[in-house]
């Protein structure tokens, strides 16, 4: 069964960083890519950046130089490194791993930046 565990959510103050894991209970091979998205209160999910099965990252546009996605292929762990955070940040962010037509998602962390 695939469970992705999230951790590294919490507080922070505007320009400061955080880092989110998210480990996976199977292989990262198992998957064809694996992600981050984010979510705030009355809006859609929405990607912040993923990384595929060979390695190859994709970041969305407006956060491409803040954000950088990484992967410890020995701990099947995918990470999220995030600096100079800004208030807009502030959302719920999910891991997520997909195969296929398949996708799991993690319960979510809380990431909120005080501005």
């Known amino acids: 069964q695939v469970q992705l565990m999230e951790s590294g959510g919490g507080l922070v103050q505007a320009g400061g960083s955080l880092r989110l894991s998210c480990a996976a209970s199977?292989?990262?091979?198992?998957?064809?890519?694996m992600a981050w998205y984010r979510q705030v209160p009355g809006k859609q999910r929405e990607l912040v950046a993923n990384?595929?099965?060979?390695?190859?990252?994709n970041y969305v546009d407006s956060l491409r130089g803040r954000f950088t996605i990484s992967r410890d292929n020995a701990k099947n762990t995918v990470y999220l490194q995030m600096n100079s955070l800004k208030a807009e940040d502030t959302a719920l962010y999910f891991c997520?791993?997909?195969?296929?037509?398949?996708?799991?998602w993690g319960q979510g962390t809380q990431v909120t930046v005080s501005s």
């Open positions: 990384i595929t099965r060979a390695g190859t990252t």
């Open positions: 997520n791993a997909g195969m296929g037509v398949r996708t799991w």
């Open positions: 199977v292989r990262y091979t198992t998957f064809d890519a």
